[in-house]
């Protein structure tokens, strides 16, 4: 059976493309039709996947314009293959359109199917050329592509880079800085690109190192062309202008995409004038100032002039400052969102610039820091445009007003120290930092008189003052340095004061405070420095008698060390001869101190250091400085320092024992001795009874010293330990160490306090023996003391023994009568009824214990029963208490009870009876 067409389809529909083949031959047909059926269906199942022997598949094909239709539409991952095809485009368009090419004229009509051709050449020649690129920067180029979409198939790569607008592209592709990619572009595209480079080299981050991309050279006054190897070195003629624009598409969604980016993106003159580079590079690092990145805008600027740009060093200038101001002081690590650019940089006084320079400068690197910053600093402000202040147009007055802000404002002394010391008349000029002597005089003076810094750093300071030779006297310069400091109250108002000053007047000042530092170093040693310019003032006698105590105090230690700061007599001694030697005569600082003041103080402070022995043998050693008297009331003086400040009772240690060896130190005078009692009664109440403020607080020594009735503190030893009172030699004893001494009121309210206490214990014949002892004290007045007094002391005596008497529960009646006769003896007129009442209500409760006994019968005649008690109470007190005052006396008593006035005798004959007074 003969094949038949039927056949031969069949076998092409099944894919049976080697028997379509054949039949093809033998039926003679068009074997295009198998070729193309077979690579439609290769292309449908692999895409991009096609091999070689796909592409071999479609060189057989002899239909051109199917070829180059399938050329232009296919996109392969293997560069090669991809090279192939669209050489087997080109090849096969070239076929049909070369002819069209040789008789094309401007004036040529093209059929539809002509310009389709030419286009397509168009298409397969610019695609080539992208290919070429895409293969170059495909490495680049894949790796952002992975982080972006993930996506790295170069077939999808080319699809679209093949038909990018290149300038769009290269937008792209400095945004992302892609370098190697840009670079491709600009070399084998540069006439679609170069005309808009500058603005897009503009689009590169400002964060991007410069040199990383191929940016703009000069040479002379124009730019240099730029390195260009297109893919082809010669145009295809299809690229002509005219015959581009003869076939292109009219597409308005395309024309108005370009006409957009025209107007959005800057096209520049190619190759243009070395100004506009300039002006570039300029901007550029500008706009990364512009966002705080000084040092990336200082890279671009020093790029560009390695590009050949020339006239830019003030702008490198301007910006090297910025980033040492930006990067070298502390408002680089603020925590805030401003920053200095160069344009508030610009505006920002020489001063203000000079320091944030040296904001984070320390002693260690302040010499190094004014060589490397300051003073080229101070060398480039004087060239800027604007003058901040006419002073400042003087050399090195931005540096001198540092100094002075930074040695007493900011109080670093040391920097100072470090800066003057690299300014000595005896380092070469060249290499010193302040080469004016007379300015470097006047800085120092300025300084020393207007800080408070320490002994070593004004010592350092003066060792760095020159020496004027030939110095010729003037009587006109000032000399002293009060009356300037009068006049300033700043340091640089004082170094302004100073620039009236010559050699001459300087050289005064400075032996002047060469006293002064002589002085300043006395003190220093005992911890007393005052400012120098203490020293230029008319002190008055006070403030040179605390300066005076403050020196010795110091020395001293005070009394918390207890002398630590010195433990040598020598050291005392040497201490003694300084503040002898301040006051000169009258002519030191002390001067206006008498010499025995001085010594007070120095004693005061060896007292309350405890050097009691040093100070016992300069008192009462063979060489006698202080007169005995004076000296007691030191040594007391200092006795109540350390007493007040104790914090135990115990004079065995700590303060109390140092007070009591302070009291030693002299013969125990009436005070001295009077303190020693304190001392002692001190130590009895609370070390040894260990009595309390308030209950769980102990009594601290300065409360009994401050106490205004220390009887309270008998009362609190009293109440607290309860057979107290059976100690009352003790107790009367302790009244006299607490100041009391033999004062008769004192006495007999401690026995009251005792005899009260024993009765509140019901001891009642220790409270009756103790009336009888406050009663006896008590008619033992002082002669010489007021009525009240002596009133104060009967009060105390008649009221215990009252208390006594009217208590029921102490049985023994005889002595109760005792202590009511005792307390009738003594008590007020307007107070005997109360004696009386409480006699009655004994004598109602067991009248016949009362003793009758020692009355006579004869003198019982006659007088009433009730009158018996009376007469055996009266005779009782007469016997004991010697009532004849009272029953002869004539002491009155006012009204106070609401009666008139009477005699004691007359209150008792109204009460016993008259038989008594016959």
């Known amino acids: 059976m003969e094949p038949t067409t039927r056949d031969f389809l069949l076998h092409l529909n099944q894919g049976n493309y080697q028997a379509a083949l054949d039949l093809a031959t033998d039926l003679k047909l068009d074997k295009d039709l198998v070729y193309k059926t077979q690579w439609t269906k290769r292309k449908q199942e692999r895409g991009p996947l096609l091999d070689q022997k796909d592409v071999d598949l479609i060189k057989l094909v002899n239909d051109h314009a199917w070829v180059i239709s399938n050329c232009l539409d296919t996109c392969l991952n293997d560069y090669h293959l991809q090279n192939q095809i669209l050489d087997i485009g080109l090849t096969r368009v070239k076929t049909l359109t070369d002819p069209i090419l040789q008789d094309i004229q401007p004036n040529t009509t093209l059929t539809t199917a002509q310009k389709t051709l030419l286009r397509s050449r168009l298409f397969l020649l610019q695609y080539s050329d992208r290919l070429q690129t895409l293969n170059k920067i495909w490495p680049s180029l894949s790796a952002t592509l992975q982080q972006q979409t993930g996506d790295v198939s170069f077939a999808n790569a080319f699809s679209q880079f093949r038909e ?3 300038i769009a592209q290269a937008i792209e592709f400095a945004r992302s800085e892609n370098h190697v990619a840009l670079d491709a572009i600009f070399m084998h595209h540069g006439q679609h690109v170069l005309p808009q480079r500058l603005f897009i080299l503009s689009q590169i981050p400002e964060t991007t190192d410069p040199s990383s991309f191929d940016l703009p050279h000069v040479t002379h006054d124009h730019e240099d062309s730029w390195l260009e190897d297109p893919w082809r070195k010669q145009k295809d003629k299809v690229e002509e202008t005219w015959i581009t ?29 070395s100004k506009v580079i300039a002006d570039w590079y300029m901007n550029r690092a500008h706009a990364a100032d512009k966002i705080g990145l000084s040092s990336t805008a200082l890279e671009i600027s020093r790029y560009a002039k390695v590009m050949g740009v020339s006239n830019i060093e003030s702008n490198i200038t301007e910006y090297e400052w910025l980033c040492k101001y930006v990067y070298g002081s502390r408002q680089s690590t603020a925590q805030d969102d401003s920053f200095v650019d160069l344009e508030k940089f610009q505006n920002m006084s020489s001063y203000q610039i000079l320091e944030g320079l040296l ?34 147009e003087k050399n090195d007055f931005l540096l001198y007003r540092w100094l002075l802000d930074t040695a007493v404002v900011d109080h670093h ?3 100072c120290c470090s800066i003057f010391e690299m300014s000595k008349p005896s380092i070469p000029a060249e290499d010193r930092i302040i080469k004016d002597d007379l300015d470097l005089s006047r800085l120092v003076l300025a300084i020393v008189y207007s800080s408070d810094g320490s002994m070593e750093y004004l010592v350092r300071l003066f060792e760095c003052l020159p020496i004027f030779a030939d110095i010729v006297e003037n009587k006109d310069e000032p000399v002293n340095m009060a009356d300037m400091i009068a006049l300033a109250d700043t340091p640089l108002g004082l170094f302004l004061e100073l620039q009236n000053v010559g050699a001459y007047g300087l050289t005064q000042m400075m032996d002047t405070l060469q006293n002064h530092l002589g002085s300043a170093e006395v003190l220093a040693r005992y911890h007393a420095s005052v400012p120098l310019r203490w020293y230029l003032q008319d002190q008055p006698a006070e403030a040179q008698r605390q300066l005076c105590i403050r020196m010795s105090s110091q020395a001293a230690g005070g009394v918390e060390s207890g002398g630590a700061q010195f433990d040598r007599d020598d ?14 005569e009258g002519q030191g600082i002390f001067g206006k101190l008498d010499p025995t003041e001085i010594l007070e103080i120095f004693f005061s402070s060896l007292l309350r250091c405890g050097r009691f022995k040093l100070a016992r043998d300069l008192i009462l050693g063979s060489q006698k400085i202080m007169d005995i008297t004076k000296a007691e009331h030191l040594v007391i003086d200092a006795e109540r320092e ?42 009895t109440l609370i070390s040894e009874y260990k009595i309390q403020d308030r209950p769980g607080i102990t009594m601290m020594p300065i409360q009994i010293r401050q106490s205004k009735n220390r009887l309270d503190l008998i009362s609190k030893l009293i109440f607290a330990k309860r057979d107290m009172y059976r100690r009352h030699q003790q107790v009367l004893e302790l009244v006299r160490k607490l100041g009391y001494g033999d004062d008769t009121l004192a006495k007999v309210k401690a026995l009251a306090m005792l005899a009260n206490a024993a009765l509140v214990e019901e001891d009642y014949i220790e409270s009756y023996k103790l009336c009888q002892l406050t009663v006896e004290a008590a008619q033992n007045k002082t002669v010489g003391k007021s009525k009240s007094y002596n009133d104060e002391i009967d009060q105390a005596a008649w009221q215990i023994c009252l208390g006594l008497g009217k208590t029921d529960a102490f049985e023994d009646i005889n002595r109760r009568l005792d202590v009511l006769s005792m307390a009738m003896n003594l008590s007020p007129v307007e107070n005997i009824r109360d004696v009386l009442v409480v006699w009655r209500q004994l004598d109602k409760g067991k009248p016949d214990q009362i003793g009758f006994a020692q009355l006579d019968a004869d003198q019982l005649d006659g007088q009433h029963s009730q009158n018996k008690g009376w007469q055996g109470l009266l005779q009782n007190a007469t016997k004991q208490w010697s009532l004849g005052d009272l029953l002869t006396g004539g002491e009155q008593v006012d009204n106070t009870r609401g009666g008139d006035n009477k005699r004691k005798r007359d209150i008792v004959r109204n009460v016993v009876g008259g038989w008594l007074f016959q």
């Open 164 to 166: 990018v607008n290149l």
């Open 245 to 273: 624009e003869l076939v292109q598409l009219q597409v308005p969604e395309e024309l108005d995409y370009l006409d957009r980016l025209e107007k959005s993106i800057q096209s520049t003159e190619y190759p243009t004038s």
């Open 642 to 683: 350390f007493y007040d400040n104790a914090t135990s009772g115990n004079m065995n240690s700590g303060s109390m024992k140092q007070a009591w060896d302070c009291l030693k130190i002299l013969p125990p005078t009436t005070d001295i001795k009077r303190e020693m009692d304190l001392i002692e009664a001190t130590h």
């Open 571 to 584: 050291d005392w001694r040497e201490l003694l001869d300084d503040m002898v030697r301040l006051c000169d």
């Open 413 to 415: 002394l040391d920097w």
């Open 359 to 392: 904001s984070n400068t320390n002693a260690s690197c302040i010499v190094d820091d004014m060589l490397r910053l300051a003073l080229p600093w101070i060398k480039v402000s004087k060239k800027r445009a604007h003058k901040e202040d006419a002073k400042e």
